[in-house]
């Protein structure tokens, strides 16, 4: 799914440069394929040796730490050895070839395309940068092909195996805070401003329903009211609740959803005591499909 606006602002980024591996923390990627769903994310960065590198976690041959140069080659640094090797030069034209250290078994890559077309589970991208690694010294192992979107990352891994290949497709990403590519889903979540709060502070609660299938989806209410949100204890105990004291018409209801996000923003103020808490958000739907999400606050 693409946020329209978010999604403009990086293409406008990215006419001015290029950047084939965003490496901001919080930056998120998942991929589906190879019989597994896995995930990586940028945690945090560190200082080696005069440079900043950003550390990876779930990269495909472990977690790695990471930096783009001003020419566009990525590196990986190993605190162990103290050197830092390429992954891939970016900066490469097609057809020219760099040395790569990625994989043991393909240490050689080849640029096929810097306007390569691809679609996959997280949507059409165009002008991707396309990289073949020839067989090398690995019997059935190795890479054979990746390829990239502008502001985005690695959007497909095809990877050798004594299986055959297993290829990897980006089914979601989050980049600079922002939801930019997402396969077809149903999500429902909750979002709070803060993680701690003062005694008496508000809490910004939002929930939203995120919606990309093909086919609409029915949502159907006994009454006027349509979520709820609770404020359990460490015990478990309900400490507050929205709906108290409110009332709702009684007239049943349904509507349907075609596609997007719907975002229903609650500020509450619960009189909590210093402690640890959870907050349960759900559609007071009356059938399936069913929406629930909790989170966790502390007051302190």
């Known amino acids: 799914m693409l946020r329209p606006g978010i999604w403009l602002a990086l293409v406008a980024a990215s006419s001015a440069q290029t950047n084939y591996f965003p490496l901001h923390i919080g930056n998120q990627w998942v991929y589906r394929g190879g019989g597994e769903v896995r995930a990586m994310d940028v945690a945090r960065t560190q200082t080696f040796s005069g440079r900043e590198y950003a550390l990876l976690r779930g990269a495909f041959g472990g977690d790695a730490w990471l930096r783009m140069d001003g020419q566009g080659t990525l590196y990986a640094y190993n605190p162990q050895s103290n050197r830092e090797a390429v992954w891939v030069a970016f900066g490469t034209p097609e057809g020219g070839a760099f040395a790569s250290e990625a994989d043991p078994c393909s240490p050689r890559g080849v640029v096929i395309s810097r306007s390569a077309k691809l679609e996959g589970p997280a949507g059409e991208f165009t002008d991707a940068f396309e990289v073949r690694y020839p067989p090398a010294q690995c019997a059935d192992a190795g890479l054979e092909r990746e390829v990239y979107g502008n502001w985005v990352g690695l959007l497909r891994r ?9 290829t990897y497709e980006l089914i979601y990403a989050r980049i600079g805070g922002a939801t930019v590519r997402s396969e077809r889903e149903l999500a429902f979540g909750l979002t709070l401003d803060q993680a701690v709060y003062a005694p008496g502070q508000p809490v910004t609660v939002r929930l939203w329903l995120r919606h990309s299938q093909p086919e609409p ?23 507050y609740r929205w709906s108290e004291g409110r009332s709702f018409t009684q007239a049943l209801r349904q509507e349907q959803m075609t596609g997007g996000e719907k975002n229903w923003v609650e500020v509450i103020r619960p009189n909590l005591a210093r402690g640890a ?3 349960e958000t759900w559609l007071t739907t009356s059938g399936p499909p069913r929406f629930s999400a909790t989170a966790g606050l502390e007051i302190r």
């Open 277 to 279: 808490y959870v907050i």
């Open 158 to 166: 095809v990877q050798t195996t004594i299986a055959g290949p297993h």
């Open 217 to 239: 989806i029915e949502l159907r209410f006994n009454s006027g009211q349509t979520y709820e949100i609770v404020v359990k204890n460490e015990k478990g105990e309900v400490v």
